[in-house]
């Protein structure tokens, strides 16, 4: 039988759940008209929360409306790639798409190559000399005159380089102050999100629209459960879907993993469509053991050895830690300790949780540490905890 689940990084859930508010910001914005807002939107959350999915979506709500999408990623050389490749591409693709009879030959009327805003566009190898503003410039007066515009997407931004998304953003803000058909849809790691929004450069971007995702609510999970099951064939007890929702956190990528795990487990064992509580319950284990690698394993690989030991030696609380707790048990002075407290912070895989404590941002990754720690650190590094403390032996 079908499993009708998704649990993989950027790819679209079987039904999208909990978003409706957001999804209804960017409509708006797309429908009012230059000046809305919500032209400009920011994305924020961790790692498997789905914004890369809220960016598919976004494009889809654009497209549906005639808009041309160009879509990229924040690695390095952004405006090369907008310049030499997505923006050519764009303008071959509409000479492509409005070759039905009558456009063309209003279109031919005009003259072609496309002709832009008094800019003939010459295909990529000579569009290379146009720089990224005239090339904008040129595509949404032409879309203008559709009553379309365009949408740039931009996933992971906190891996652009600050160059290129300055020059981006300065494109962007002209275009915004000059009315015309754009819009931009970001998404990025909250911390890094929060630094880039403090460069000078790029204040422009304070007044996106800025949605942080969050957990989904229960009756969403359920939903996000139960539809694709039902659809797929499978019935499940009321119980079962309980304990399978609880068993997400409400965490997106976690829906999709205890779903997929669900069905698959089930299968592997007697053919059978009813999912009861104890196939819930091999899925929510399944699901559970399979976000250590898929979620926890990267965002830990990138650390240092002292940054994976910040993060153990958290491990031995049972909620927030004070960073003069994890001082001590790492054997080094605050100073030192609050170095690598922020470095995590920027990271986001920690956050600040209130009167001077750190929290872990990840579901399960104190679960996932403790699991682990014997393995990536040496315990024998770590000091005995303070007396309110369980200490590391107790503790893990
Ligand atoms: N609102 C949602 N409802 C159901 N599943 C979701 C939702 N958002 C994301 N997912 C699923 O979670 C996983 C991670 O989504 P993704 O957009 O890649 O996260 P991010 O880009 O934040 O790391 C994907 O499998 C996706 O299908
Ligand atoms: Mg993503």
């Known amino acids: 039988m079908e499993n009708p689940f998704r649990p993989s990084f950027g790819v679209n859930p079987p039904l999208l759940v909990g978003r409706d508010a957001e999804l209804l910001d960017f409509v708006d914005a797309l429908e009012s008209g230059p000046g809305a807002p919500g032209r400009a939107t920011l994305y924020t959350g961790l790692r498997g929360v789905g914004k890369t999915v809220m960016l598919n979506e976004a494009e889809s709500l654009?497209?549906?409306?005639?808009?041309?999408?160009?879509?990229?990623?924040?690695?390095p050389g952004i405006v090369d790639r907008l310049v030499q490749s997505r923006l050519p591409e764009v303008a071959a693709q509409l000479e492509v798409a409005v070759g039905g009879a009558e456009t063309r030959r209003r279109l031919t009327s005009v003259s072609l190559p496309f002709h832009l805003g008094g800019v003939t566009w010459q295909p990529p190898a000579a569009a290379q000399q146009l720089d990224l503003r005239a090339q904008i410039n040129a595509l949404t007066d032409h879309l203008a005159d559709h009553s379309t515009g365009l949408l740039i997407t931009v996933d992971e931004l906190h891996r652009a380089d600050r160059a290129g998304m300055r020059e981006l953003v300065a494109t962007l803000q002209h275009c915004f102050r000059e009315q015309r058909p754009i819009a931009f849809a970001g998404a990025g790691l909250p911390a890094a999100?929060?630094?880039?929004?403090?460069?000078?450069?790029?204040?422009?971007?304070?007044r996106a629209d800025r949605h942080h995702l969050g957990a989904v609510d229960p009756a969403d999970v359920s939903d996000a459960l139960r539809t694709p099951l039902h659809a797929a064939g499978y019935?499940?007890?009321?119980?079962?879907?309980?304990?399978?929702?609880?068993?997400?956190?409400?965490?997106?990528?976690?829906i999709q993993l205890v779903g997929y795990w669900t069905c698959r487990t089930l299968?592997?064992?007697?053919?059978?469509?009813?999912?009861?509580?104890?196939?819930?319950?091999?899925?929510?284990?399944a699901a559970r053991r399979r976000l250590g690698s898929l979620v926890h394993e990267p965002a830990l690989q990138d650390l240092s050895?002292?940054?994976?030991?910040?993060?153990?030696?958290?491990?031995?609380?049972?909620?927030?830690?004070?960073?003069?707790?994890?001082?001590?048990?790492?054997?080094?002075?605050?100073?030192?300790?609050?170095q690598y407290r922020r470095r995590l912070i920027a990271a986001d895989l920690i956050t600040p949780a209130g009167h001077g404590r750190i929290d872990y941002t990840l579901p399960q990754l104190r679960e996932y540490l403790r699991e682990h720690a014997a393995s990536s650190v040496d315990h024998e590094d770590l000091q005995p905890a303070a007396p309110e403390h369980p200490s590391p032996s107790t503790g893990m």
């Open 62 to 75: 654009a497209r549906e409306r005639g808009w041309v999408v160009v879509s990229e990623t924040g690695v």
């Open 193 to 206: 999100i929060t630094d880039l929004l403090n460069d000078d450069v790029l204040t422009f971007l304070r």
């Open 235 to 254: 019935e499940i007890t009321d119980a079962a879907l309980d304990m399978a929702t609880r068993g997400t956190g409400g965490y997106p990528f976690l």
């Open 267 to 285: 299968t592997n064992g007697q053919p059978t469509t009813l999912i009861d509580t104890t196939a819930a319950a091999a899925g929510v284990q």
């Open 305 to 338: 050895d002292v940054d994976r030991t910040f993060l153990t030696a958290m491990a031995l609380d049972q909620g927030p830690s004070r960073t003069a707790t994890i001082a001590d048990r790492m054997g080094v002075d605050t100073n030192y300790a609050a």
